[in-house]
C-alpha cells in the first residue's frame, strides 16, 4: 500500500446573484423547479436529462439510463414557493462539496430570487476562476426568465 500526498490546497468558490422577475413568486417557484430539473441544460444547450425529487432528502441527479448517472445533490430544505437548499458534488467529480440555495420573496408584483453556490474543497483548476460556473448560472436563469416569460404570455 502507498500513500502520496498532494499539495493541492483547499479552495473555495462563490457565486452570489439576486435577480428581481416581474411575476408571481408561484410562476418563479415552479419556472425554477422545472429547470433544475427535466428543462435544465447546458450554455451549448445540451439537455443534462436532471431530475429533481423536490422534498426533503430528495435527489437532483442526472440520469444516463439503464441505471448509469451522477448524483448532483440531494435536497436539504424545501419550503414551497419560498427556498430551495441543495448540498452535494453538483458537477464536480472531485472531493467537494456545493450548497446551492434559492431563496424567493415577492413583494409589490415582483419577485425576488436570492441565489448563492458555494463549494468548498479540492475543486478543480478549470472552475476555480468562476467562468464555467457562472456561465452555466447565467444559462440558467435566461432559461428561467424565458420559462417564466413563455408562461406570462399564456395568462
Known amino acids: ?17 439576486e435577480i428581481e422577475i416581474a411575476a408571481s413568486i408561484d410562476i ?11 428543462l435544465n441544460e447546458s450554455p451549448t444547450k445540451e ?13 437532483w441527479y442526472r440520469d444516463f439510463g439503464s441505471n448509469t448517472g451522477h448524483c448532483w445533490g440531494i435536497v436539504q430544505s424545501i419550503k414551497p414557493p419560498e427556498l430551495l437548499e441543495m448540498h452535494g458534488p453538483m458537477f464536480m467529480s472531485a472531493p467537494a462539496v456545493n450548497h446551492v440555495i434559492f431563496r ?6 415582483l419577485t425576488r430570487i436570492e441565489f448563492s453556490h458555494r463549494a468548498i474543497g479540492l475543486i478543480p483548476h478549470h472552475l476555480m476562476d468562476g467562468l464555467e460556473v457562472n456561465k452555466g448560472w447565467d444559462n440558467f436563469f435566461s432559461n428561467v426568465t424565458a420559462g417564466i416569460e413563455r408562461r406570462m404570455e399564456r395568462i
Request: hydrophobic share 40%; aromatic share 4%.
Open 28 to 38: 418563479v417557484w415552479e419556472t425554477v423547479l422545472e429547470n433544475m430539473g427535466p
Open 47 to 59: 439537455r443534462h436529462n436532471l431530475t429533481l425529487e423536490a422534498w426533503p432528502g430528495g435527489r
Open 1 to 17: 500500500m502507498s500513500t502520496k500526498v498532494s499539495e493541492q490546497a483547499v479552495e473555495i468558490l462563490e457565486v452570489v446573484r
Open 104 to 109: 424567493l420573496n415577492e413583494e409589490s408584483g
